[in-house]
């Protein structure tokens, strides 16, 4: 299980509860659903048969965050789905889970001690940095807001809870469309980062 909290519980028997953020806002919550599953949640690395999962840091607060590396064979995918910059070690996964709180503008938190990149932000990293398919897996008041107002990001889609969403192996046809720069987004007629 990676995150999750009330609400977001799978079924069945969990090996692990990995999360990202030990100190995150919804952590006693978590620790208790977890618990009463034989789990403790923890930033932590798991393995097990091929599948391999490594924390790996990401600036989003004051106090150590991570984002998870989660390799199987030759597939690979990136869970980071709260970041204030994009996680360079990030570049080139086939499949990426990113943070989408931010609609156009960061969200910075009291005292710029951290925040929340904005979608736009991540599109333009995620372009750069050469992400096959990216997936907006957090989403805050900004996007949703947007969301209501009938606007698509440029770059990726938002995730759907329930949905399965497979890495792509290195070298497989990359799912998410390019943004061309100065273009013109077809689904928000935003200009594209």
């Given at each position: 299980m990676l995150d999750g909290g009330p609400g977001a519980v799978p079924a069945?028997?969990?090996?692990?509860?990995?999360?990202?953020?030990?100190?995150?806002?919804?952590?006693?919550?978590?620790?208790?659903?977890?618990?009463?599953?034989g789990c403790e949640p923890a930033v932590n690395a798991f393995a097990q048969g091929g599948l391999r999962i490594l924390p790996r840091p990401v600036r989003h607060t004051s106090h150590p965050a991570f984002g998870y590396d989660i390799r199987a064979g030759t597939a690979r995918a990136v869970w980071a789905p709260e970041?204030?910059?994009?996680?360079?070690?990030?570049?080139?996964?086939?499949?990426?889970?990113?943070?989408?709180?931010?609609?156009?503008?960061?969200?910075?938190?009291?005292?710029r001690v951290g925040g929340h990149a904005s979608i736009d932000e991540v599109c333009v990293a995620a372009a750069r940095e050469r992400?096959?398919?990216?997936?907006?897996?957090?989403?805050?008041?900004?996007?949703?807001?947007?969301?209501?107002?009938?606007?698509?990001?440029?770059?990726?889609?938002?995730?759907?809870?329930?949905?399965?969403y497979c890495p792509l192996s290195p070298g497989s046809p990359r799912r998410s469309p390019r943004p061309r720069p100065g273009g013109r987004s077809r689904r928000s007629g935003r200009a594209r980062p």
């Open positions: 069945g028997r969990l090996d692990a509860w990995l999360v990202t953020d030990d100190h995150a806002e919804l952590i006693a919550a978590i620790r208790r659903i977890a618990r009463a599953r970041f204030l910059v994009f996680p360079r070690w990030a570049r080139g996964t086939p499949l990426l889970f990113a943070e989408g709180s931010g609609w156009s503008r960061r969200i910075w938190f009291a005292g992400v096959g398919r990216l997936v907006f897996a957090h989403l805050g008041r900004p996007t949703l807001a947007a969301l209501d107002r009938g606007c698509r990001p440029p770059l990726g889609e938002i995730g759907r809870e329930g949905r399965t």
